[in-house]
């Protein structure tokens, strides 16, 4: 059984920074493809970015905007997103996703993730 441990989140004020991270356990995800999403309350669940196996192919969604990078170390079995810029519309409850197989292509829904983490808070104040 696949888990996923979402970790990082926090307060932080409009234009500063986190980083997230997520830790697999249970098995090695080392060539499939991960993602965070995000949710803010009444609304659907939000593409944010994803990674494949190799950390070289990545791809964001339009809240990024050149703000997000996504990492990961397959070493630790974790990957990674580094938050700058911070705005208080990035308010939410950060996701954790990874897929079942190696296949790539820049999967946008959550539907198209086997595994998900609890979520992490993050709450950007103006």
């Known amino acids: 059984q696949v888990q996923l441990v979402e970790s990082g989140g926090g307060l932080v004020q409009t234009g500063g920074s986190l980083r997230l991270a997520c830790t697999a356990s249970g098995r090695t995800l080392s060539t499939e493809a991960m993602g965070w999403f995000r949710q803010a309350p009444g609304t659907e669940r939000e593409f944010v970015a994803i990674?494949?196996?190799?950390?070289?192919?990545?791809a964001y969604g339009d809240s990024s905007n050149g703000r997000f990078t996504i990492s990961r170390d397959n070493a630790k079995n974790s990957i990674y997103l580094q938050m700058r810029s911070l705005k208080p519309e990035d308010t939410a409850t950060y996701y954790c996703?990874?897929?079942?197989?190696?296949?790539?292509?820049?999967?946008?829904?959550?539907?198209?993730?086997?595994?998900w983490g609890q979520g992490t808070q993050v709450t950007v104040s103006s």
């Open positions: 996703a990874a897929r079942a197989d190696s296949d790539w292509r820049v999967y946008r829904s959550p539907s198209e993730y086997t595994y």
């Open positions: 990674i494949g196996g190799s950390d070289v192919l990545k």
